[in-house]
């Protein structure tokens, strides 16, 4: 009996500490979500967080917004203390936040390197990042490349210019893996119900390069211009060597620098060398890859055993092109996956009613399509693909955020109707094929952007 009497004694106290630890952990969960120190990452490469300046001379300079960064990230958990007003003697940590500057430099290919720098007399970068760690802040892209155009397109928006009759590239952050349009508003219920009665645009023809007259010429080994190439092998030729490379250990990768590069005379040893530049990051660390693919044919499908690999520790030894002599081979510069063609002067990408493609709702698209969008010195094809997204989102009406460049571009146009956030499944039940032509379009930008 006595015995008895111990085992349910001894099960009473593991039910009375169970029931105190849960409620302990619940509380702490609760004071630790409620005061804001859960750990959320701060994207360093997000325009909207940045205060970019440019003199007279065209040198820009970039420094974090601090208040921005605190209200977007940090404020909305954060303990208000029931004023409404952030209260920051409570977060001595975020002030750290004021220490983080940016470095801006210029390469020869005209491309832009910023790197975080730190402001401090006491700490190093090492020191601060462990205290906003334990404050529940964790820094990410501290550093990064941006091309001439997207600088000065991130310069123009954190001047409060509005491209209101100018569609502008939103410049990128981190590769996104998502099909759902850009800038969307919070996300509603998914019912799978298309919106209805959605006025269209009418159809106008695009003025799309034909495919029958924009071949990419061919000399005895391969070509000597990108204007009519389908790339998209090559890319997914180079994805492959990529990952074949790395295996297991490969983790994320992203394209800094594009080049094509041509033989100009007969004693150039290539005709053609396509090369992508990608800082790689693996499970021991980050470098960066350099992958040739030598005398492309129009005709040749390339495959990985075409591309040659190459890794160096740093971006300024990946990024030259020293190893071709300039009275050999010119150099090209791709910006956005592609470069301004003299055969596509005068041509815009956008119809009158300010479409890329006019019938992607009902039609297929093809890649060949896509990559002879006419880009231009101030979009790039990247930035039209991101056009040629989300106007199939658009004209079923969805929302775009009130900040959203696509947003103020399309309600220049009578036939955009925004009615509410309008998810892939949506367009899909009521239009498959645009569907099709989302995942097409975002594979092309994930093949620019990640390699």
């Excluded at 974090?64 to 909305?76: G, M, R, S, T």
């Excluded at 029931?82 to 430099?105: H, Q, R, T």
């Excluded at 209805?196 to 070509?223: F, K, M, N």
């Excluded at 791709?334 to 006019?358: A, I, Q, R, T, Y």
């Amino acid at each position: 009996m006595a015995a008895k009497k111990k085992k349910k004694t001894a099960k009473l106290i593991v039910c009375i500490f169970c029931a105190v630890l849960f409620v302990a952990t619940g509380v702490f969960c609760y004071i630790f979500y409620s005061s804001g120190r859960n750990l959320q990452t701060i994207d360093l490469n997000n325009y909207t967080y940045l205060n970019i300046t440019k003199s007279e001379d065209g040198t820009y300079g970039i420094a974090l917004n601090y208040d921005k960064v605190v209200d977007a990230e940090y404020l909305p958990r954060a303990d208000r203390s029931g004023s409404g007003k952030f209260l920051e003697s409570n977060y001595p940590e975020l002030a750290l936040l004021k220490a983080i500057d940016f470095n801006v430099e210029q390469t020869e290919a005209g491309m832009y390197e910023i790197s975080t720098v730190i402001h401090s007399d006491t700490m190093n970068a090492q020191q601060v990042s462990d205290i906003l760690t334990k404050a529940g802040l964790k820094l990410t892209n501290t550093q990064w490349t941006w091309s001439a155009q997207t600088m000065e397109t991130a310069y123009l928006q954190s001047q409060g210019a509005n491209p209101s009759t100018d569609p502008s590239t939103e410049p990128s952050t981190e590769p996104s893996t998502s099909i759902e349009p850009d800038s969307t508003v919070a996300p509603s219920s998914d019912s799978g119900d298309a919106p209805s009665q959605t006025p269209l645009p009418s159809e106008t023809a695009t003025p799309e390069p034909s495919e029958e007259t924009t071949q990419a010429p061919v000399a005895a080994e391969g070509i000597t211009t990108l204007y009519g190439y389908d790339q998209t092998d090559l890319r997914k030729a180079i994805r492959s060597a990529k990952e074949n490379y790395y295996s297991s250990a490969y983790r994320e990768s992203e394209v800094v620098y594009n080049y094509f590069i041509v033989g100009k005379t007969d004693t150039a040893e290539y005709v053609n060398c396509f090369r992508l530049v990608l800082r790689v990051t693996t499970s021991g660390g980050t470098e960066y890859m350099v992958a040739d693919v030598y005398n492309i044919q129009a005709d040749v499908t390339p495959t990985r055993s075409d591309v040659v690999i190459k890794t160096y520790t740093s971006a300024s030894q990946a990024r030259g092109t020293s190893d071709f002599n300039s009275s050999l081979y010119d150099i090209y510069t791709l910006d956005g996956g592609s470069m301004v063609f003299s055969e596509n002067s005068g041509k815009s990408p956008f119809n009158s009613d300010g479409l890329v493609f006019s019938d992607s709702l009902e039609n297929y698209i093809t890649t060949a399509q896509l990559w002879n969008i006419p880009a231009t010195s101030q979009r790039s094809l990247l930035s039209l693909l991101g056009y040629a997204r989300n106007e199939i989102f658009a004209r079923c009406g969805h929302k775009f955020r009130d900040t959203s460049s696509y947003r103020t571009y399309y309600l220049q146009f009578d036939w955009y109707e925004p009615i509410g956030s309008v998810s892939y499944n949506d367009v899909g039940s009521r239009y498959p094929r645009a569907c099709t032509n989302i995942d097409t379009i975002k594979e092309l930008e994930d093949l620019i952007e990640v390699g």
